[in-house]
């Protein structure tokens, strides 16, 4: 079946410390993979996506993922985290009934 | 910027009510979602609706109706609630090709405690 895979639940960082968010996904083909983020009493919102081409995509609030099709990754990544960035994070990709799967979220917590 | 309003934040009922959960857009997306929330389940799709009077089971439809008579409206039903449906509830709307494209614009929930 297919399935996304966030493998861990909490993580603590540093503020200033950089970042990165596993996610994994099994499907046959390639498909359309998401980051979506959620502060605190909020509703999600898009952070990035990947559809095709450059396997490093850029997107909001200073985050970046890259999909890796050997690994079956698709990894977000923040060079320096600001306290801001406290939120669940959710991987997601595009099944082939065109609706979405989501992974069961990671929570990012950041010291000062 | 697009914005998706759920009627209620918070609410508690009676196991057996009747409860209406509202969901708004306001930028005339095609495509409409209720999703549920649980710790360390994510996010699970229950209905979705790609026209007005349209709608499609997701992954956990039972328990659960829908409603739309209006583009903009989405409304989830719990025919009676029972206490395994205490969760989150996010609705989120997209254009027609949003939803081949992931694009999702979330409200920001429905708190519901059945008790």
């Known amino acids: 079946a297919q399935s996304v895979t966030q493998p861990d639940i909490h993580i603590t960082v540093s503020e200033g410390a950089s970042l990165e968010l596993r996610c994994n996904y099994s499907y046959g083909a390639t498909p359309y993979l998401f980051w979506y983020v959620q502060s605190p009493g909020q509703g999600l919102q898009l952070l990035l996506k990947?559809?095709?081409?450059?396997?490093l995509v850029q997107g909001i609030k200073g985050f970046e993922a890259e999909f890796k099709r050997s690994q079956s990754s698709f990894n977000l990544r923040k060079p320096s985290v600001h306290w801001s960035d406290a939120a669940e994070y959710f991987c997601?990709?595009?099944?082939?009934?065109?609706?979405?799967?989501f992974g069961t979220g990671t929570l990012l917590a950041v010291q000062p | 910027d697009v914005k998706v309003t759920q009627s209620s934040r918070y609410l508690v009922k009676r196991t057996g009510e009747k409860v209406f959960l509202e969901c708004v857009q306001d930028?005339?997306?095609?495509?409409m979602f209720w999703y549920r929330q649980d710790p360390g389940l994510g996010l699970r799709l229950i209905y979705f609706s790609y026209d007005v009077k349209m709608k499609e089971k997701g992954d956990i439809p039972e328990g659960y109706s829908v409603s739309r008579e209006k583009k903009e409206r989405f409304s989830l039903i719990l025919e009676s609630a029972s206490t395994n449906q205490t969760s989150m509830y996010l609705c989120?709307?997209?254009?027609?090709?949003?939803?081949?494209?992931?694009?999702?614009?979330f409200g920001e929930g429905s708190r519901l405690t059945v008790l």
């Open positions: 930028m005339d997306h095609e495509n």
């Open positions: 989120a709307s997209s254009f027609k090709g949003g939803a081949n494209t992931g694009e999702l614009f």
């Open positions: 997601a990709a595009r099944r082939a009934t065109n609706k979405l799967i």
């Open positions: 990947y559809f095709s081409g450059d396997t």
